[in-house]
């Protein structure tokens, strides 16, 4: 059977318990205002920790193509549509990551 459908399993409930708890400590906070304004901590560490607490954001992109479109294209022109999707994905996702690097700062100032 397992969990319905959407349901948390334990070890994520228990994840975003830890690090709420610690992403809500007062010392923690000081502690990692240091870290942040000495560079000292990996900033993928932090996002993570946010992430397991708060939840990610939504992550949405919009394509419209019709099914017509794409059966009359080769499949050199598919594979170069493919590309071009891929490039624009990761656009996307380097400046997500560079918007909650630095909303991550802008929370400890």
Known sequence: MGRPKGALNVTTKAAR?????????PEYRQSIARRIKND?????????MWHY???KPTEKMEVHVSGD???DLS???????ASSLAKMIK???EK???ELEQESSQVVH
Request: aromatic share 2%.
């Open 17 to 25: 318990a830890v690090c709420l708890k610690i992403l809500e400590d």
């Open 40 to 48: 000292a901590l990996p900033a993928a560490v932090e996002c993570l």
């Open 53 to 55: 607490a708060y939840g």
């Open 69 to 71: 479109e794409l059966q």
């Open 75 to 81: 499949s050199a022109q598919l594979a170069a549509r």
């Open 91 to 93: 656009k996307d996702a």
């Open 96 to 98: 997500e990551q560079r």
